[in-house]
C-alpha cells in the first residue's frame, strides 16, 4: 500500500518525508523537470508487536509497514501532467498544506491559507477527474449504440452522477459509491477519489494546538486531519527513544505528530493488523478491515490459505492482561475460528494446517 505526498513547493514535504524515513533523502524539487519520486517505506508503530516481542523474546520482530512517495511540488499550468502522473498510482494521498508562517520560505500564492490551498488541491484533482469522466462518456455512448449491456449503462448512469458531483467541486471521495461499481471503476484511478490525510504543518510558535491530540479540526469522509510541525518532527527525530519521552513530556505531547500521520494514513488505507507470536518471529501482518481468516492465512503464506484447517485466535487485550497462550485457553479465551472469521485488529492468530 503506497501513500503519496503532495503539497506546494515549500509546504514542508521533503522534511516530513525525511522525518518518516528517519534518514536523509535527496530532494526531489527539481521543477520542470521529470523527477523520480523518493519512496520510502515506514514502520507501522505498533504497541502491541513491542508487547508480544517482551514476552517472547523472538529472533525477530517485524512491523506493518507503509511506502510513501515523496512527490515533487505541484504546480498549476506547465507541469500539471508531471506531477499528477505519480499521483495516479498511490492508494491514499498524504496532503502536506503550508500553515506555518515564516517570511523566509516564500509561498508560490504570497499568502498563507490552508484552507485555500486545500481547495485549490482538491480544485486540481475534481479538473482531472472531469476530463477522464468526459472521454469515458464520450466512449460509453457510442458502444451504448451499439450495443444494450446493462453493465455498461449503470456505468453511464454512475458517470453522469459522478460529473455532476464533481461539477458541485465535490470530491468523489466523498460520495459513497455502490461496491460493484466501485469494482467497474477502479481501473480509472480517479484522483479525488482516493483517501486524503490533510497534514497540516504548523509553525514553532502554534505547538500548543498539538495537545489534546492534534486532530486539525472538521473531517470529512474518507479525509483526516493531522496537525504536525515539520521542524519539531525533525528535532524529535534525531533524538534517541528516552530522550523523546522527555522531549514529549516537555512539550506536553504524548506522542509524536508522525505517529499519527502514520496510524491515520493506514486507518484511512482501511488496512488492520492481525498478529502472530512465537519464539521465531513476533509480528504485525496488513490485511484490508473485513478479512476473512482463510484470506488472511495466505497474507503469511499461500499455501497455509490453500490448506487452512482452522485459526486460534486471541484477542490482544486478552493476552496482555492474562499475560500468554496457556491462561488464555484456561479461561477459554483462545477460541477456534473456521476459514470464514472476519479477522479484528488485533487478534492474535495461530494457523492450524494440514498438507
Ligand atoms: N518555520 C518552519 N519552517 C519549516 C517547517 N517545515 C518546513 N519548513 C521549511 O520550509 C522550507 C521548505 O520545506 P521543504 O520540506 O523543502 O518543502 P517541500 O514541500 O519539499 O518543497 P518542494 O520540494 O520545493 O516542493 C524549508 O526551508 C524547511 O526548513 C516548519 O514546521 N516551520
Ligand atoms: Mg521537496
Redesign the pocket.
Known amino acids: 500500500m503506497k501513500a503519496g505526498i503532495v503539497?506546494?513547493?515549500?509546504?514542508?514535504?521533503?522534511?516530513?518525508?525525511?522525518v518518516l524515513t528517519r534518514a536523509a533523502a535527496p530532494?526531489?524539487?527539481d521543477?520542470g523537470r521529470r523527477s523520480r519520486p523518493n519512496v520510502a517505506v515506514v514502520k507501522v508503530p505498533d504497541r502491541r508487536v513491542e508487547f508480544l516481542a517482551s514476552v517472547f523474546e523472538p529472533r525477530k520482530t517485524t512491523f506493518a509497514t507503509i511506502e510513501f512517495v515523496?512527490i515533487?511540488?505541484l504546480i498549476r499550468g506547465r507541469t500539471r501532467e508531471m506531477v499528477l502522473d505519480p499521483v495516479r498510482d498511490v492508494d491514499a494521498l498524504v496532503h502536506?498544506v503550508r500553515a506555518?508562517?515564516?517570511d523566509?520560505?516564500p509561498h508560490p500564492d504570497g499568502t498563507v491559507d490552508a484552507e485555500r490551498d486545500i481547495r485549490n488541491l482538491d480544485a486540481e484533482l475534481i479538473l482531472a477527474d472531469l476530463a477522464s469522466i468526459e472521454k469515458r462518456l464520450e466512449r460509453l455512448e457510442m458502444d451504448l449504440k451499439k450495443i444494450k449491456d446493462p453493465g455498461l449503462a449503470s456505468e453511464r448512469d454512475f458517470l453522469v452522477q459522478a460529473r455532476a458531483w464533481l461539477e458541485d467541486e465535490r470530491p468523489l471521495r466523498e460520495m459513497s459509491i455502490d461496491a460493484a461499481i466501485e469494482r467497474r471503476i477502479r481501473g480509472f484511478a480517479f484522483l479525488s477519489a482516493k483517501p486524503m490525510v490533510l497534514a497540516l504543518?504548523?509553525?514553532?510558535d502554534d505547538i500548543e494546538r498539538l495537545r489534546g491530540g492534534g486532530r486539525g479540526g472538521e473531517s470529512r469522509p474518507n479525509t483526516e486531519r493531522v496537525l504536525?510541525?515539520?521542524?519539531?518532527?525533525?528535532e524529535m527525530a534525531e533524538l534517541a527513544p528516552d530522550e523523546l519521552d522527555g522531549f514529549l513530556d516537555d512539550y506536553g505531547l504524548s506522542e509524536s505528530g508522525m505517529v499519527r500521520l502514520i496510524r491515520s494514513t493506514y486507518r484511512l488505507l482501511g488496512l488492520i493488523s492481525f498478529l502472530t507470536a512465537g519464539d521465531a518471529e513476533c509480528r504485525a501482518w496488513t490485511i484490508r478491515r473485513g478479512t476473512r481468516a482463510g484470506r488472511a492465512a495466505g497474507a503469511i503464506h499461500t499455501d497455509l490459505e490453500k490448506h487452512f484447517i482452522r485459526a486460534e485466535v486471541a484477542a490482544f487485550d486478552d493476552f496482555e492482561k492474562h499475560g500468554g497462550f496457556a491462561s488464555l485457553r484456561e479461561k477459554g479465551l483462545l477460541r477456534l475460528e473456521g476459514r470464514d472469521y472476519e479477522v479484528r485488529d488485533g487478534d492474535i492468530v495461530t494457523v492450524r494446517h494440514g498438507g
Open positions: 503539497g506546494l513547493p515549500g509546504s514542508g514535504k521533503t522534511t516530513i518525508f525525511r530532494d526531489v524539487a521543477h515523496d515533487a511540488g502536506v506555518f508562517p515564516d523566509a520560505v504543518n504548523i509553525g514553532e504536525v510541525c515539520g521542524r519539531l518532527e525533525a
